[in-house]
């Protein structure tokens, strides 16, 4: 396993993916923004939170932050998941008529993130969904490309690219792992 990104270049990804998608929100909507986070569990939520941090002490707003559960969502849910560890999902703000960035840690087939709007969707219809990761390591299997991302990385389809936390939960490093 090596390193990909370590923790100072993660953490300027992070604040370059907060100020873009402020700069963003802000040009489509204004002044006013009714703009949310919503984390997908496992690796979107501490980035969300993250995200959410970042925005407040650069920018002064507080962004409210979600997170959606999709395990019950996948398209291979009854196969995938044999013995499925399911959290709850949690938005505690209506999402009617809001702009909701969707976050997650790495994009690669496209599969998570059309389960997690499809979860988004139950809770009501935001004014526009939105698409942040941290990392775009390409191999869509569904035309699904995100509006917003940290880095763009180029890694062979059997790689595993994890996003690992510190003890505070928050990303840290970036590891990079070949399987043969």
Known sequence: MTTLVDSDELARCIRRLAAHIVDEVQRRGGAEL???LVGVRRGGVPVAQRLAEEIESAEGLEVPVGTVEIALYRDDAATALPDPKIG????PFD???RDVVL??????T??????AMDCLLDYGRPKRVWLAVLFDRGGRELPIAPDFVGRVVEVSASARLEVVLDDAGYPSIATLEEKS
């Open 103 to 108: 976050v997650d840690d790495v994009l690669q």
């Open 88 to 91: 709850p999902s949690q938005i």
């Open 110 to 115: 496209g599969r998570t993130v059309r389960a």
């Open 34 to 36: 009714p703009f949310a």
């Open 95 to 97: 999402v009617r008529g």
